[in-house]
């Protein structure tokens, strides 16, 4: 049967858009071209006839949607409809005008009509070529569920060209047990957040297939209303007297004033010959060799375009978008070494403050003999005042005589970099604060909109990128290899710290920095107002710089002879465990083993093949290479089995936490005090866990057991200096909070207003029953429960945690979802927004992409739903705290005076430590009180939610005391 493949054009823009992140844009019209890269190339698969498609097709044709003042007949029923959509982003209008234009001059039909949306064109389009040509099939490339009730079998499916998947009336009926009319009763019972769409609050897609599947109609479903019962029932009931309205919101008009001429549609009398400069004033040269195939002759070689930044990306996609733009050659430091100089006179650098004051914007690096900032000795400031330059200015180098000297380059510098008013753009730029700081220069203009840290930028850009480095930025974005540090500092025993860089090496080294640091810049800052992360990055993760800086500058006392006490406490525990694994081996197999040998516990263990004797024949719950696996999660299993009459597994777990406690935590700990304070200067990252949260490292303090009272005498080494106390604050049931804000749900809504014990209030729900008949095991359920749902909580793993059967798991999860509606339909959201969009959104607009969201494996599409949930909440309570720590700051800090109004509102206050939801000051005992009442005020006022927000903070004079 031949087949027209019939495109949703306004879908196909956006889905290409936001599956190429990263900024392309045409070397000769300087337009932004990434969605029309992507959507080239969809149509360059469609016209190969790869995967499914299966050869040329029969015809293709695109519709859309055409607007105009007087909008669609929808928002003439319902002014409302589609009010909630968010603008569309700046850099996209002028791409869809670029691909339409293309399209019209191939020849490919573009069909819509005023008043009608693309959805209503093609169900036009469907409904009469079935009536006309009976022998079509008609292949729908879209996404879109509102398609899913054109469905027919052997003449209409809905295909995904990116995931070669076709949906048809049988697996659509497999899928959700509806057929293609009842889909039309299914959308109207769900409604849609995004069109705004009325629906019945608590129903999501799930619950509303079943409901329809389970009544046959959404008529027969409303006559029968009454009869339901629970808050369902009453929701229905709510929601009666809308779903009419959403009825013929979501049904499709098949009788919009449109055409389509299937000969005009053949690919045959595509001007294809039309393509070839168009993608050579793209700069897509990759789609050349495309075209020739197309053509089916060699044609003309295609013209080289000139390297380009913005089209030279290499930009991680996948799929459809695997072959993206790339320069054919790359460029190295050796072709611009000529556009970068030094300072090293004092007319030089008179002249060269002079520009830096009239400057709009410039980047900056710094050159050290250290990676530790605190311990760094500033060799060299590097700076670019525009793409293609840079400027050295050396401070420390073998030949220091023919340079100028640190006070005097400082002092010359100060007045710029220390001026708020003037924006900054630099790559980790929490460095080079430290490390001027440390020399006696604040480095300021962190908080000016138009501050960029490309670090930074390419985490919101993407932060499922594998590096943020600057090298590999420039590698990927640019095609350009920056100089290896190695090739100046050499490797191993024989490495030289930069101070004895030869200063013409140095010069070219240093000033590229600068200038790719400001070339990427020019490629970001355009890209993150465009996806809308523009606000995220000026009001918070920039500004968040000057705070981590504070926290690794300040760093935290630590008593190394309490490491010591605790180091000889544990060894004795270690050695008495020793003595308890050989007595229950000796008892248990008849022989003795060594507990550090994985090969020998495993042959007391499981009987392995190659052990000396017989173990205790346990069986294997995994494997890996060598044989069973005896990690620390197969000996938890085995010491939680209550059938196995052997301490081994339990008493094996417990010597492995206490020796690396031992060697990781108490030896490492007392290395990573510097001499100098007495204290220890952890590094804080914001560009390392893709939900958003800080981790920190050299030393990484969120690895302490918090919930132990081994890692609780830890915490009891750091202490606050004497006549100081510290004080830790968190939030009380932050991810809970932000479910109740973003779910909605009345009933956990309720708790939270009225302050009720949030997980006896939720037991007394899922099990119907009075508050004060709550049973400890009953709440310990819902606690487990309430903790878990953002993590995709299953029965299995419920069960597991609460020692009970699988089955009385399940009920208790099934029973969550029943008495709080709300959150399992947000839970649906949110994976029905990774579905459509790739990724999804925190709060403040932060992006985590779902990559395996439409995986076909089964278990790694599992995952990324799961990850789609927790993304969500767990994000956004990333972004809660660290606009707490931004404003407390701003309110605190001795190095924030330029953001506030007189001195620090308690003084002699230091930020210490974020260390997962924890915030930890220090400050004089005699003001504690005081600094605790205003960080817990300032924590509850950071985010305005639809229930209240509460902190917690206690004083003591070390971390292990605080409640």
């Given amino acids: 049967m031949p087949t027209l493949y019939l495109i949703d054009g306004y879908a196909q823009f956006f889905r290409a858009y936001h599956a190429i992140r990263t900024p392309l844009t045409s070397p000769v019209t300087k337009e932004p071209t990434n969605m029309t890269f992507g959507f080239i190339g969809m149509l360059f698969k469609l016209l190969r006839g790869e995967g499914k498609i299966g050869g040329a097709p029969a015809a293709v044709a695109v519709a859309i949607d055409v607007s105009d003042d007087r909008g669609t007949f929808r928002s003439s029923l319902y002014p409302e409809y589609k009010a909630n959509r968010p603008p569309i982003p700046e850099d996209l209008p002028v791409q869809i005008d670029r691909c339409l234009a293309t399209l019209r001059e191939l020849g490919v039909p573009i069909v819509g009509a005023a008043g009608f949306e693309a959805d209503d064109v093609i169900a036009t389009i469907v409904s009469r070529l079935r009536n006309t040509h009976p022998d079509w099939t008609i292949r729908i490339i879209s996404k879109d569920k509102d398609l899913k009730q054109l469905l027919d079998p052997g003449h209409v499916e809905l295909f995904d060209i990116h995931t070669d998947t076709v949906l048809d009336a049988d697996a659509l009926k497999a899928e959700t047990g509806l057929t293609p009319a009842q889909v039309i009763d299914m959308l109207a019972l769900m409604g849609d ?123 991680p996609g996948g799929g459809l978008f695997d072959h993206l733009p790339q320069s054919s050659a790359p460029t190295t430091y050796a072709a611009h070494a000529a556009g970068y100089t030094a300072v090293t006179t004092h007319d030089q650098l008179a002249d060269l403050a002079a520009r830096l004051a009239a400057s709009p914007i410039f980047s900056i690096d710094t050159e050290t003999t250290s990676l530790s900032p605190r311990q760094a000795k500033l060799c060299g400031i590097s700076l670019s005042l525009a793409p293609g330059s840079g400027v050295y200015i050396p401070i420390r180098s073998p030949s220091p005589e023919t340079h100028l000297d640190e006070t005097t380059i400082l002092n010359a510098l100060r007045p710029i970099l220390e001026d708020p008013e003037r924006p900054k753009i630099g790559h980790n730029l929490k460095f080079d604060l430290l490390v001027l700081r440390n020399a006696g220069v604040e480095l300021r203009g962190l908080e000016h909109p138009e501050t960029c840290d490309t670090m930074i930028a390419s985490f919101l850009i993407d932060s499922g990128r594998s590096s943020h480095s600057m090298d590999a930025l420039a590698k990927a974005l640019l095609n350009y290899t920056t100089i290896p540090i190695s090739d100046l500092l050499g490797h191993g025993n024989s490495q030289r710290t930069f101070d004895d860089v030869p200063l013409a090496q140095a010069i070219t080294y240093a000033a590229e920095d600068a200038d790719i640091t400001f070339r990427l810049a020019e490629l970001m800052k355009p890209q993150l107002r465009a996806m809308g992360l523009h606000e995220l990055a000026s009001k918070l993760e920039t500004p968040l710089v000057a705070v981590l800086a504070e926290l690794e500058w300040n760093g935290i006392r630590v008593d190394p002879d309490e490491l010591d006490r605790q180091k000889v406490r544990l060894a004795d525990r270690i050695e008495e465990l020793k003595r308890e694994i050989q007595s229950a081996a000796i008892q248990n197999v008849g022989r003795s083993f060594d507990p550090d040998s994985p090969k020998q516990l495993a042959g007391v263990l499981f009987n392995s093949p190659d052990a000396d004797a017989p173990g205790l ?101 750091f202490v606050a200096e004497p006549g100081n106390m510290l004080i830790t604050a968190d939030y009380s049931q932050i991810e809970l909070r932000l479910l109740a804000h973003l779910s909605r749900d009345p009933g956990l809504t309720q708790a939270f207003l009225e302050d009720q014990d949030i997980h006896t209030a939720v037991a007394a729900q899922i099990h119907n029953i009075h508050p004060k008949d709550v049973t400890k095991a009953q709440r310990s359920g819902a606690k487990m429960v309430n903790f878990g749902i ?32 709300g959150i399992t339909t947000f839970l649906e959201e949110c994976i029905d927004q990774a579905r459509r969009h790739g990724y999804v959104e925190t709060m403040l607009k932060r992006r985590r992409p779902i990559p395996d969201i439409d995986s076909s494996n089964p278990s790694r599409r599992a995952l990324a ?80 939610l639809t229930v209240p927000l509460k902190a917690d903070a206690s004083i003591s004079k070390d971390w292990g005391e605080a409640k």
């Fill in 193 to 315: 957040n995004v069109d705004n769409v009325p629906g019945v609050p608590g129903i999501g897609p799930k619950t509303a297939a079943q409901l329809i599947t389970q009544y046959g109609s959404l008529d027969a479903l409303l006559a029968d209303a009454d009869n339901i019962k629970g808050k369902r029932g009453e929701n229905i009931r709510g929601a009666a007297h809308a779903l009419p309205l959403s009825r013929e919101l979501v049904t499709l008009r098949h009788d919009a004033p449109v055409e389509l001429d299937l000969a005009v549609a053949s690919p045959d009398r595509l001007h294809l010959e039309r393509l070839g400069p168009i993608l050579r004033e793209l700069g897509f040269n990759r789609y050349q060799e495309d075209l020739k195939n197309l053509l089916g002759h060699g044609g003309p070689d295609p013209i080289p375009m000139p390297a380009s930044p913005a089209t030279s990306a290499l930009i």
């Fill in 617 to 717: 024949g346990l069986k294997p719950i995994k494997r890996n290479k060598t044989g069973p696996s005896t990690d620390a999660e197969v000996l938890e299993k085995l010491g939680e089995d209550d059938t196995i009459d052997s301490p081994l597994p339990r008493l094996i777990l417990e010597y492995r936490r206490l020796t690396k406690l031992v060697n990781t935590y108490l030896v490492a700990l007392k290395d990573a005090i510097l001499p100098e304070t007495g204290r220890i200067h952890a590094s804080f990252n914001q560009t390392v866990a893709v939900t958003g949260r800080l981790s920190s490292s050299d030393p990484n303090l969120q690895n302490i057991p918090i919930r132990t009272e081994i890692g609780r005498d830890i915490r009891r080494a």
């Fill in 790 to 821: 953002v993590y995709g909580v299953t029965p299995f793993g419920l069960a597991r945690r609460l020692r009970i059967p699988t089955g009385e798991a399940a009920d208790i999860i099934t029973g969550y979802k029943k008495r709080f509606a």
């Fill in 865 to 944: 739903e799961r990850t789609a949930i927790n993304s969500v909440v767990q994000g956004s309570a990333a972004d809660l705290i660290k606009l707490a720590m931004v404003d407390l700051y701003a309110r605190l800090s001795p190095h924030a005076a330029h953001l506030r109004q007189g001195a620090p509102e308690v003084p002699g206050v230091r930020m210490l430590l974020q260390i997962h939801d924890e915030l930890v000051f220090e400050a004089p005992e005699t003001v504690a009180e005081q600094v605790r009442q205003t960080v817990v005020f300032r924590m509850e006022k950071a985010m305005t």
